[in-house]
């Protein structure tokens, strides 16, 4: 059933809770996952790292990134290098990755009630801009933004939310990850978790964001009555 067929008209439609809704990238709008532990696996055997097996993902969604990091024996000086070849590597397949299933439509109806779509991602800019184009989404976000540090979001977040002249809880961002929450507690911005990424509903709960979501149409949860 198409979760949008209810939905009002436009000029009768409920405002949104927030006026710029900022989405993390990989795992949230992109299923990357797959990808993601694909190129790990091709790095860890040039770099000497012990490679993560299918049966392993599901025990690595309960854990942190720095849980993660010291579980797979990663020392600190290579997470650099991983970032930079890894979202290299992604380009060359970045088209043929799938986008969450039921996001387009959401993502398009939400556009109509919302001042400013954005993205904020640890991904290549350009792997992003090709992605989106490759869905018919790019017109929809009004910019896409980059931290090439796995804990930089919150200073992009405040930037983000300066630049709009928003108060902070008219901004929302919307992850995947336990680092997504943490960045934008830090930020001071409201956050929204989905469970379709690479952290687990029950980590995720944990870290008490204002929002759970477990599919892309629960987003419409942000569509407030008048």
């Known amino acids: ?36 532990r694909r190129i790990y696996n091709q790095l860890a055997e040039d770099l000497g790292l012990r490679q993560v097996e299918q049966d392993e993902v599901a025990g690595l969604r309960h854990m942190s990134l720095k849980q993660l990091i010291v579980h797979l024996g990663i020392p600190k000086r290579r997470v650099p290098l991983l970032i930079s070849r890894g979202t290299g590597m992604m380009r060359g397949n970045i088209t043929n990755l799938p986008l969450i299933s039921g996001m387009s439509e959401v993502l398009a109806e939400m556009h109509r009630h919302v001042e400013n779509f954005g993205i904020l991602t640890s991904n290549a800019p350009a792997n992003v801009d090709v992605f989106l184009r490759a869905h018919g989404l790019r017109e929809l976000f009004e910019f896409i933004s980059s931290t090439s540090k796995l804990t930089g979001k919150a200073k992009h977040l405040r930037a983000i939310r300066k630049t709009f002249s928003l108060r902070h809880e008219e901004m929302l961002y919307i992850g995947d990850e336990l ?32 929002y759970i979501f477990d599919r892309p149409e629960d987003f419409l949860r942000l569509l407030a009555p008048r």
Do not use: C, Y
Not at 9 to 33: E, K, N, S
């Open 179 to 210: 680092r997504d929450i943490k960045a934008s507690k830090k930020a001071g911005i409201p956050v929204a978790a989905v469970t379709w990424g690479f952290n687990s509903r029950e980590s995720l709960a944990v870290e008490k964001p204002e």
């Open 1 to 36: 059933m198409n979760p949008l067929a209810e939905l009002p008209p436009a000029h009768q439609h409920p405002a949104v809770i927030h006026r710029t809704l900022v989405f993390d990238f990989d795992g949230t709008i992109a299923d990357t996952l797959g990808e993601t």
